[in-house]
């Protein structure tokens, strides 16, 4: 079970003030694991790691810290939707998905980061239904990209 609440707005907000409040500034970006080294906090379950987070980035000299967050939309709600909805064997997947829709308007992930020594060190919160969201998600890409009727590139014409 995660300690994070639903909505984690209200997170986002006591992490800007907090973040404040101690003399940094916030630089608007995600730290993408793919791109740059980096090293994810455990906070052991714990939803007030962050505010240690914060304090070692602050005692490391780091100036800011990054800081993204990701709030479920409409938009990429029907997208998603309309994706499983012309797929293939999506039906299952579709009746899983609609109850995502209760979590539009809700921010469902938050990341901060700092650099230190060439090195990103990154805390992410996520909302107990935002990994589901990205496994439709997933789900719905590969299911939309599947096609039975059309030969792929190791099949003969």
């Avoid at 539009?104 to 239904?129: C, R």
């Amino acid at each position: 079970m995660s300690p994070f609440a639903d909505d984690l707005a209200s997170l986002k907000d006591d992490m800007i003030a907090f973040i404040e409040g101690h003399g940094m500034r916030r630089f608007p970006g995600l730290v993408d694991y793919e791109e740059v080294q980096s090293v994810a906090w455990k906070s052991e379950d714990n939803p007030e790691g962050w505010k240690d987070f914060v304090e070692i980035a602050k005692a490391c000299g780091a100036p800011f810290v990054t800081m993204d967050a990701w709030r479920l939309e409409t938009e990429e709600f029907d997208s998603m939707i309309e994706r499983l909805r012309h797929a293939e064997f999506s039906s299952d997947y579709l009746e899983d998905a609609q109850w995502l829709r209760a979590y539009i308007g809700k921010t469902g992930f938050v990341q901060l980061g700092f650099a230190h020594q060439g090195v990103m060190m990154v805390y992410e919160a996520a909302a107990p239904w935002y990994e589901r969201y990205q496994s439709m998600l997933e789900m719905a890409e590969d299911l939309s990209g599947l096609s039975l009727d059309e030969p792929g590139p190791d099949d003969e014409p």
